[in-house]
C-alpha cells in the first residue's frame, strides 16, 4: 500500500490547536464536543475512535483514541483528502461503491485502507461515514473507524496459502488417524473422474480403479507410521476409457489443540504429462542406447588438449587399438597409438576440430604392436557447457577392417578386369544390378568418342546417360530407309536379351547383344559387321541387276517382234500416203493434213526403229539437233490430241544446237507431255513448257509443269524405275518416263521431278549444248 500523505501543522480551520480529541472551530466546537460525550458509549461498542472531514473531504478531526489504536499520530493524517485515503489500497481491496457514495455525498461503510507512517510497519483500518448537512447545505462527513490490522493481515495470509497451494496442487485432502479419507476438495472430480463421495472413508489404495506400485506405496506407508511429511507419492488411477492419470501427492500430519494426533493434510497434482514425457524419455534413451550399440563399437569424449577423458566398453578398445583403456586416459591417441591417416582424412579432420564442428565417417588405420593393421571409422562433434563453454570433443568409433579388406580385394578385383579386358578389340562392357557400367575396354569407351566431342563412358555411367548422348549427338545414323531410335527403345533393347543391328553414323553397323549375369548384371558384346552387311548389299543388289537385265532382255525380244509387225504396218501407210500427197494440189488443206499423216507415220517409223536399237542394245548415229524445234513438233502434234479443257502455254527461247537424236529427243517430250495431259485428266488445267539456255551457256534447261493429282513421296522414289506405273492394269507398260530417263542419260544430260499430292508435277531437263556434247561423243 502506498503511504498516506501527512496532513502538516496538525491544526483545524482557524489555526486552533487539537487539545484532547476536540479543538475549538468557531461555532461548530460545541456541538462536536457534545457528539463526543453523548455517543461515547456507542461508540466504544462500534469502533475505536471517531473522525471528521470538510466539504472539501479533508480530515479535519480525529478523536484522541486514534492514536492509541493505531499507533499514528492525528496531526499526520490532518489536511489529506478522504478519497486520497480510500484510494490508497487498490491493489488489496475494492472500494467502487464506496468511492462512488464519497463522490455522490452519500453515507458509506467498510472502507479499508493500510496507513504507512515513516519508519513504521503500517496499520490497517476500517471506517464509515455519513454526511454532514447543514442549513440545508453538505458539510463534509462524520464517521467511526477501528483498526483491524490483524483480520486484514489474516485475511491476506489466507489469501496468499491459497493461491500458493492453487499453483503447486489440483486439490486438497486430509485422513484421520487409520488413513480414511474425511475431506477431499470438489475439484478432484474433473481430475479423476469421480465424485467426492468416492472417496469419503475410504483408504486410497481401496477407491475404484486407484493403482499404487509396490514401492512407492511402502515409502508413504513407513513416513505415515512414523507420522512424518512425505513428499512426491506417485500413484494412477485407470479410467474406465482406459487412459491412465498418474497423481504426486504430499502430505504433513496435523494435531488438535489437545496436541493429539489427527491424521494427514496434503495437496495432490496430476503429473501424467510429465510422467508419460519421462517414460518417454526413457524409452528413448533405452533407443538411443540400442541404436549405439548397433552403430558403432564404443564412445569417446577428449577435453580441449585432445586427451582421451573417458571411452567404452573397454573391451572394444582392446580389440581394436590392442591396449588397454587405461593406458588411453589422459593422453593423446598419437602419443600411445600407432595411427595413420590419409592426407585429406586428416585435413578435414583438422579444420574440423579447429572451427569446432562435427565431423562423420573418417577413416584410419592403427598398427598393433604384433604388426596387426586395424581399420577405425569415427564421428565426433564439439561438447559445450551450460554456458557455452568448449569443453572438448565427444564421439563414437567403429572397426571397419573387414570392410576395408573387402574393398581392396573388390578394386584389385576390378583392376585385374580391366587389364583383362583393355586389350581386347571388340567393345565390351560389364553393368552391374543398377545398370552402371562397372567394367569395359577402351574399344567400348572409343566407340562413343566423336571429333566434337568425348566419350561418356566413364565407371559408374548408367545405360540412361549412354543412350541419351547417343540421341544427343546423332549416334545412329538417320534417314528414310533407317528405323527411328529413340531412348525408350534403346534401354528396352538393353533390357531384353535379343540380338540388334545399329547402323551407325560413322557408316559402320554394329550388333549390340546384352546377356544377364550373376546377382542382376549384364554384359554388352558390340560386334562390327559392317562387311557383313556391306556384302549382303552387294549381294542384293546384283540380283536386282541380274533381275533387271532378264526383264530388260525379255522386253526386248517382245519388242523387237512388235517392231517388225508394227513397221510392216507402216510401210503401205505411208506409200500410199505420200502417193496421195504428190497428186493434191501445193498448199491446200488437204495436202497438209496428208503430210501431217505422214509426219506421224516417220514418227512411228522412228519409234519402231529405237524399239528394234533397244532390243539389239545398238548406238544410233547423233546429229546436231535444234532442240527448239523439236519441241514445236512435239506441241503442234500434242495440241491435236489434248482435251479442249487443258490450257497449254509455252516460253520458248532461242537455244544454241546440241548433239543428240532428234527422235529420241521428240520421244522424250511427248512421253512428258502426255503424262502431264493424263496427270490433269478432265478437270481444268494448264500446262507450261519452258525452253532456255543456263546462265553458263553449258546446258539447255527444258521443264514441263502441270497443274495435276501431282506424287507423293513413295511414288517419287520410283517413278523412274523400269514398268513402274500407277496406272491401272493394261492401260500403262511403265517405260515411259524410264526410256526418257534412259535418253536424257545417254545425251550427256540429268532429269528432275519435283512433286506433290494435289499440287502438280514438275519435270526438269537439263542437255549439253553442241560444244558439250562433242566434248563428251569424243
Known amino acids: 500500500m502506498p503511504k498516506a500523505r501527512r496532513g502538516g ?127 440545508g447545505g453538505f458539510q463534509g462527513y462524520r464517521g467511526i473507524g477501528k483498526t483491524v490490522t490483524a483480520r486484514v493481515e489474516a ?9 500458493f497451494v492453487d499453483v503447486a496442487s489440483d486439490w486438497f485432502w486430509e485422513t484421520d488417524v487409520d488413513n480414511r479419507v474425511g475431506y477431499v476438495s470438489p475439484n478432484i472430480e474433473s481430475v479423476l473422474g469421480l465424485p467426492v463421495s468416492a472417496y469419503i472413508g475410504k483408504r486410497l489404495a481401496d477407491t475404484d480403479g486407484i493403482v499404487i506400485e509396490p514401492e512407492a506405496g511402502r515409502a508413504s506407508l513407513a513416513a505415515i507410521k512414523a507420522r512424518q511429511p512425505y513428499r512426491g507419492f506417485v500413484y494412477c488411477r485407470k479410467l474406465p476409457n482406459g487412459k491412465i492419470v498418474w497423481i504426486t501427492s504430499s502430505g504433513v500430519p496435523f494435531s488438535g489443540t489437545d496436541g493429539a494426533f489427527r491424521g494427514y493434510r496434503g495437496v495432490a497434482r ?37 586427451r582421451l577423458t573417458f571411452a567404452s566398453p573397454e573391451s572394444a578398445h582392446d580389440d581394436i587399438f590392442g591396449v588397454p583403456v587405461a593406458q588411453l586416459l589422459g593422453k593423446r591417441p598419437s602419443e600411445t597409438l600407432a595411427v595413420k591417416f590419409d592426407s585429406e582424412t586428416g585435413t578435414r579432420m583438422l579444420l574440423a576440430v579447429k572451427a569446432r564442428q562435427p565431423y562423420r565417417h573418417e577413416a584410419f588405420s592403427i598398427k598393433h604392436a604384433n604388426g596387426t593393421v586395424r581399420w577405425v571409422s569415427v564421428s565426433s562433434a ?85 543412350v541419351d548422348w547417343q540421341v544427343q549427338t546423332g549416334f545412329h545414323a538417320g534417314g528414310p530407309d533407317e528405323p527411328p531410335v529413340d531412348p525408350e527403345t534403346l534401354v528396352a533393347h538393353h533390357q531384353s536379351e535379343d540380338e540388334n543391328t545399329y547402323h551407325l553414323s560413322d ?74 500427197a504428190r497428186k493434191l494440189p501445193d498448199g491446200s488443206r488437204e495436202r497438209r493434213n496428208l503430210e501431217t499423216v505422214m509426219n506421224g507415220a516417220e514418227r512411228a517409223r522412228d519409234l519402231v526403229k529405237r524399239i528394234l536399237a533397244f532390243s539389239r542394245k545398238q548406238e544410233e548415229a547423233q546429229a546436231i539437233v535444234d532442240l527448239g ?41 511427248v512421253n512428258l507431255l502426255a503424262n502431264a495431259v493424263q496427270a490433269i485428266g478432265q478437270s481444268l488445267g494448264s500446262i507450261l513448257v519452258g525452253l532456255h539456255p543456263e546462265a553458263d551457256g553449258a546446258l539447255l534447261h527444258l521443264s514441263i509443269v502441270d497443274t495435276g493429282c501431282g506424287m507423293d513421296e513413295a511414288t517419287l522414289t520410283r517413278v523412274f524405275e523400269p514398268f513402274f506405273t500407277t496406272k491401272p492394269v493394261g ?43 562433242a566434248t563428251r561423243a569424243a
Open 155 to 163: 485475511r491476506l495470509a489466507l489469501q496468499r496459502y491459497r493461491q
Open 9 to 135: 501543522s496538525g491544526k483545524r480551520r482557524g489555526d486552533e490547536s487539537v487539545e484532547g480529541g476536540c479543538a475549538p472551530s468557531g461555532r461548530r466546537t460545541d456541538e462536536r464536543c457534545g457528539d463526543d460525550r453523548r455517543y461515547r458509549d456507542l461508540i466504544a461498542a462500534a469502533a475505536d475512535w471517531l473522525w471528521e472531514s470538510d466539504a472539501d473531504g479533508r480530515i479535519e478531526f480525529l478523536s484522541p483514541d486514534f492514536e492509541a489504536s493505531t499507533g499514528i499520530a492525528p496531526q499526520s493524517l490532518l489536511g489529506m483528502r478522504l478519497a486520497e485515503l480510500a484510494a490508497v489500497d487498490a491493489e488489496s481491496f475494492e472500494h467502487h461503491e464506496q468511492r462512488a457514495s464519497i463522490a455522490a455525498e452519500k453515507p458509506f461503510r467498510d472502507i479499508v485502507f493500510k496507513l504507512e507512517p515513516a519508519g513504521g510497519s503500517g496499520t490497517w483500518i476500517e471506517i464509515a461515514g455519513v454526511p454532514i448537512v447543514e442549513a
Open 629 to 669: 524445234l523439236v519441241l514445236q513438233e512435239a506441241l503442234q502434234l500434242m495440241r491435236a490430241t489434248m482435251p479442249t479443257s487443258i490450257t497449254l502455254a509455252e516460253e520458248i527461247a532461242p537455244t544454241p544446237a546440241i548433239l543428240g537424236d532428234p527422235g529420241q529427243l521428240h520421244q522424250v517430250i
Open 731 to 773: 492401260e500403262g507398260t511403265g517405260l515411259g518416263l524410264s526410256m526418257a530417263h534412259g535418253i536424257v542419260k545417254a545425251h550427256g544430260g540429268r532429269i528432275e521431278v519435283r512433286s506433290a499430292p494435289g499440287r502438280g508435277s514438275r519435270f526438269d531437263i537439263f542437255l549439253p549444248t553442241t560444244a558439250a556434247g
Open 507 to 580: 557408316g559402320r553397323w554394329m550388333l549390340v547383344v546384352h546377356r544377364r549375369l550373376p546377382g542382376g548384371g549384364r554384359v554388352g558384346l558390340w560386334t562390327d559387321v559392317t562387311v557383313i552387311k556391306r556384302a549382303e548389299t552387294e549381294r542384293r543388289q546384283l540380283e536386282e541387276q541380274l533381275h533387271h537385265s532378264q526383264r530388260l532382255e525379255a522386253l526386248g525380244t517382245l519388242a523387237g517382234g512388235a517392231a517388225h509387225e508394227i513397221n510392216n504396218a507402216l510401210m503401205p501407210v505411208l506409200a500410199l500416203t505420200k502417193l496421195v
Open 270 to 306: 496430476d503429473v501424467t504429462a510429465q510422467v508419460e514425457a519421462e517414460q518417454k524419455l526413457r524409452e528413448n534413451e533405452a533407443r538411443f542406447r540400442r541404436l549405439f550399440e548397433i552403430n558403432s563399437d564404443y564412445y569417446w569424449e577428449s577435453d580441449t588438449q585432445h
Open 382 to 466: 564439439p561438447r559445450f557447457g551450460p554456458d557455452g563453454e568448449y569443453l572438448g570433443r565427444q564421439g563414437t568409433g567403429v572397426e571397419i577392417t573387414a570392410r576395408r579388406e573387402a574393398e581392396a580385394a573388390a578394386q584389385l578385383a576390378q583392376r585385374r578386369l580391366h587389364d583383362a579386358v583393355a586389350y581386347v578389340t571388340q567393345p565390351f562392357v560389364v553393368f552391374d544390378a543398377e545398370d552402371r557400367a562397372a567394367a569395359y575396354n577402351q574399344a567400348f569407351a572409343d566407340l562413343f568418342r566423336t571429333p566434337t566431342r568425348n566419350t561418356p563412358v566413364h565407371s559408374g555411367a548408367s545405360i540412361r546417360e549412354l
